[in-house]
């Protein structure tokens, strides 16, 4: 006959699992702490050099000049838009405890934002 696992071990003062959890848990310790971390890798570099290709003989070409960027403006992000009270039951899913919406009001629902005119710098 197979002998089976005691339910309780130290006299019915710790189950069986209790014990071997924590033996599992004992022995993933000692192991994280005897074993060495892997070095990380370092970049390779290579040993020999390699020559730069040969010059080519194509035609010289001038780039075409380019425009200067204009100073970018910043605008603010849109305000959100105040919560409105609502009357009556929510539809929808969730329970009534739930928030009405978790997704942010549409751009076209929001308030418009104020229109910024640039500040010119102090020289």
């Given at each position: 006959m197979a002998r089976r696992l005691p339910p309780t071990l130290f006299g019915g003062r710790a189950r069986t699992s209790t014990v071997l959890l924590a033996l599992l848990f004992v022995?993933?310790?000692?192991?994280?702490?005897?074993?060495?971390?892997?070095?990380?890798?370092?970049?390779?570099?290579?040993?020999?050099?390699?020559?730069?290709?040969?010059?080519?003989?194509?035609?010289?070409?001038?780039?075409?000049?380019?425009?200067?960027?204009?100073?970018?403006?910043?605008?603010?992000?849109?305000?959100p838009a105040a919560p409105t009270a609502t009357t009556g039951t929510r539809t929808g899913p969730g329970s009534p405890s739930a928030p009405a919406s978790s997704v942010p009001p549409s751009p076209s629902s929001?308030?418009?934002?104020?229109?910024?005119?640039?500040?010119?710098s102090p020289s």
């Open positions: 022995s993933v310790f000692a192991l994280y702490l005897f074993l060495p971390v892997p070095p990380a890798p370092s970049p390779v570099q290579p040993a020999v050099s390699t020559p730069s290709p040969a010059p080519s003989r194509a035609p010289s070409v001038a780039p075409s000049p380019r425009p200067s960027p204009s100073p970018a403006t910043t605008e603010s992000p849109p305000r929001s308030l418009s934002p104020i229109p910024q005119t640039a500040v010119p």
